[in-house]
């Protein structure tokens, strides 16, 4: 059972727009919600990551929108560039980086 | 990467062999994971360690053994491999557990089991 669901499993945006990709939890006790960034060959790495007692946590062009009601938190990445071609990840933990649930990944292109 | 070592990189073995998979780390941190990336799953939880000798079992730990003898290093057994034992296989750090620390990855190792 998939406990952190991500969509779309793939996204392609042109250069400078809005990349936005979507993560649904279940369990009510996740109280951490990282977003990880992996390019091919290397491991996943942190990119930024939100509690539940804010609605919104913003870092350069990243975004991580959080609904608590909802049980979905999104990754927006604004002026998106080419260099931002990767597959990412969303997260979940009831405490911290400890045993993180990921979700399935979305690879994210970026054309010109 | 974070002073994490994974070692091999790249392994094919065959059905029914035991392989161990090494992560050595120079970061002196308590907290070390192995996960399993496999398309269509993200990754997945196989053990964890809180530190020397002391493990408990992620989500995917059947057909998986870990020992942990000293706190730079985090082995990984597959006793007998299977081919759904075929993954990309990550080994994570951290230096505590929590919100204020992060878990650091490897570069990975691409185990096929053929």
């Known amino acids: 059972q998939q406990q952190v669901k991500q969509s779309p499993q793939s996204l392609i945006v042109q250069k400078g727009g809005i990349s936005i990709i979507n993560c649904a939890y279940e369990?009510?006790?996740?109280?951490?919600f990282p977003w990880y960034q992996q390019f091919p060959g290397k491991g996943p790495a942190l990119l930024i990551a939100?509690?539940?007692?804010?609605s919104e946590k913003k870092e350069g062009r990243f975004t991580i929108s959080f609904n608590k009601s909802a049980k979905q938190f999104s990754l927006h990445i604004m002026d998106s560039q080419p260099g931002d071609s990767a597959t990412y990840f969303c997260?979940?933990?009831?405490?911290?980086?400890?045993?993180?649930?990921f979700g399935t990944g979305t690879r994210l292109t970026i054309i010109p | 990467d974070a002073g994490i070592t994974q070692s091999p990189r790249h392994k094919v073995t065959e059905t029914g062999t035991p392989v161990t998979l090494r992560c050595h780390q120079t970061?002196?941190?308590?907290?070390m994971y192995w996960y399993r990336q496999d398309p269509g799953h993200g990754l997945r939880l196989i053990h964890y360690?809180?530190?020397?000798?002391?493990?408990d079992k992620g989500e995917v730990s059947d057909g998986y053994s870990v020992s942990r003898s000293k706190t730079e290093d985090f082995l990984l057994t597959l006793e007998s491999a299977t081919s759904s034992q075929t993954s990309v296989y990550f080994c994570?750090?951290?230096?505590?557990?929590?919100?204020?620390?992060?878990?650091?990855f490897g570069q990975g190792t691409r185990l096929t089991v053929v």
């Open positions: 994570a750090i951290s230096g505590d557990r929590g919100y204020n620390t992060e878990a650091f």
């Open positions: 369990n009510t006790a996740f109280d951490y």
């Open positions: 939100i509690r539940p007692d804010v």
């Open positions: 997260a979940a933990s009831n405490f911290g980086n400890e045993k993180l649930t």
């Open positions: 970061e002196n941190h308590r907290y």
């Open positions: 360690s809180y530190g020397v000798k002391d493990t």
